[in-house]
């Protein structure tokens, strides 16, 4: 497995887009496909926030996505965020998420940030055991989400 940023593999843009908006769209109202797509494609830079990553398989398939953004939870002030962390099903528990994790936590670092928060509805234990530190629990957009954040 090789994690890269979207940036080296633009072809690769509208499969995260896909996975996004099928797995978080109900959180933003309005969003659309084209829009979430637009957003994705806004998302390729490599020297600053925002950044995407991919992961690419021994075959150079996608194999998860995550990336590092600015104001996920809309009113919060903190910043950066680590988010849209998405491994298919038939590609998890292989260590995917994982290693994407780090990527954007190393590009974090390297961009002079000290601390990473993100949410998640699903993957509070995936995110303790990579040494995330639970903040607060909370109703998001009808959700239940759990915000965490990580000193770098």
Do not use: C
């Amino acid at each position: 497995m090789k994690i890269v940023p979207l940036a080296e593999r633009p072809d690769l843009a509208e499969q995260v887009s896909a996975w996004g908006f099928d797995e978080w769209g109900h959180l933003n109202q309005g969003q659309t496909p084209q829009t979430r797509l637009a957003e994705v494609r806004g998302e390729m830079n490599v020297d600053r926030v925002p950044v995407t990553f991919v992961a690419l398989g021994e075959d150079g398939g996608i194999v998860g996505t995550a990336a590092l953004i600015f104001d996920d939870l809309v009113g919060d002030p903190r910043n950066p965020w680590l988010a849209s962390v998405y491994v298919p099903p038939e590609h998890r528990k292989k260590g995917i998420a994982s290693a994407l994790v780090r990527a954007v936590e190393g590009k974090a670092r390297e961009l002079g940030y000290a601390r990473l928060y993100l949410f998640t509805t699903s993957a509070p234990a995936l995110y303790a055991g990579l040494g995330w530190r639970a903040l607060e629990q909370r109703d998001y957009r009808g959700e239940h989400i759990q915000v965490m954040d990580k000193v770098l």
